[in-house]
């Protein structure tokens, strides 16, 4: 039989909220280096965004959601299959946000260090943050 792999950790999880309440069947989930959004119940659908490919955060409130404590992150992405995602009515909006900052940012630290250790660290200064998200211009520098 094949291997099983491990479960995943998950650092935070919400649901989407209608009045508040988790009545809904839109999961949000992170761990220590993705961000996970499940839709559906019969019929589900998971897609995910590496956190080392976020670029921005924005957090938005309505009045309403104001009213219930909940809020709304836009996550934009590099991810060529999922560039925003939408995290609505999430609870504790700010304090969620800030933390998938920090975990962004520990993620892209993780990242360039290993690329320091495969490149050697003066190749990585002169490169900035978009060329450790796209690496076809590696396969250009192989074939020469």
């Known amino acids: 039989m094949g291997r099983k792999n491990p479960p995943i950790e998950y650092i935070w999880k919400d649901r989407r909220r209608i009045l508040g309440m988790p009545l809904s069947f839109t999961r949000y989930r992170m761990s220590e280096d993705r961000l996970f959004l499940v839709k559906g119940f019969f019929n589900m659908h998971m897609d995910e965004v590496l956190l080392y490919r976020v670029r921005d955060l924005s957090l938005s409130r309505t009045l309403g959601q104001r009213l219930f404590g909940m809020g709304t992150i836009t996550v934009y992405s590099s991810d060529k299959t999922l560039p925003e995602l939408h995290l609505k009515n999430i609870r504790h909006s700010l304090a969620v ?40 211009d590696l396969d250009d520098e192989m074939d020469s």
């Open 97 to 136: 946000k800030e933390m998938l900052h920090a975990q962004v940012e520990e993620m892209k630290m993780v990242r360039r260090m290993r690329l320091s250790e495969v490149m050697g660290d003066h190749d990585l200064s002169m490169r900035d943050d978009n060329d450790l998200d796209d690496d076809s």
